[in-house]
């Protein structure tokens, strides 16, 4: 027997009412991380890789706390899962997979591509991730070690993926523009557009 759209919407008006009596939360509090989390984009972590290029100081507190970074950007992550973000180098990819479900960091990268939360990118990224990546157009050399790393509920990831060469002297903006959301999941790399003249970074 399937259940109807009202349905659920009884079933979270309910839900709602229960963890506001107990004193758990407001109804006004849920509009607020809804509201909060709809406003979320990947713009929000393009901005976070781009600072992290060009600002040593903010890509050491990246790294060692993507929660605190993020909030230092004026990004909301009060009642959010800690965030990880992973570096990568030239010897050292990573890509991002929730195994069980579809655990993202939304606070800074929107809702979840409709790709990652599929069975298929699921079990491929842990089974055979060198081939669904270059499926992507992302090729690694055998000199490249690839570690996949698993999101869950109570620790999500991002990557900070390298940045491209020729980008010398280009602004944060500029930059932000070159990141996609893949780039910051791992199944993509931030590419130069076409066309585009090249200088030694």
């Known amino acids: 027997m399937q259940t109807s759209d009202v349905d659920h919407d009884r079933l979270l008006t309910a839900l709602r009412s229960l963890l506001a009596a107990k004193g758990i ?4 509090e849920i509009a607020e991380r809804i509201t909060i ?7 929000r972590g393009a901005a976070m890789v781009a600072k992290a290029w060009v600002d040593p100081e ?3 507190l990246m790294l060692t706390d993507g929660a605190r970074a ?6 909301p992550m009060r009642g959010m899962p800690p965030l990880g973000v992973l570096e990568n180098t030239r010897t050292q990819h990573h890509l991002v997979v929730c195994t069980l479900c579809s655990c993202y960091p939304r606070a800074v990268l929107g809702y979840p591509p409709f790709w990652f939360k599929s069975n298929s990118y699921r ?12 499926e992507w157009g992302t090729v690694l050399g055998d000199d490249v070690a690839l570690r996949v ?3 869950t509920a ?7 993926p390298v940045r491209p060469m020729g980008t010398r002297g280009w602004s944060e ?3 932000a523009g070159l990141v996609r959301e893949g780039d910051m999941i791992g199944v993509t790399t931030p590419q130069l557009p076409s066309g585009t003249a090249t200088l030694a970074k």
Do not use: K, N
């Open 25 to 28: 939360t407001t109804a006004a």
């Open 123 to 134: 079990a491929r990224a842990v089974r055979d991730p060198r081939r669904l990546l270059a």
């Open 70 to 75: 993020a909030e230092s950007l004026g990004i």
């Open 58 to 60: 903010f890509r050491t």
């Open 37 to 43: 989390t709809d406003a979320a984009t990947p713009a």
């Open 154 to 160: 109570d620790y999500r990831w991002m990557v900070l």
């Open 149 to 151: 790393v698993d999101s």
């Open 173 to 175: 903006a500029a930059l």
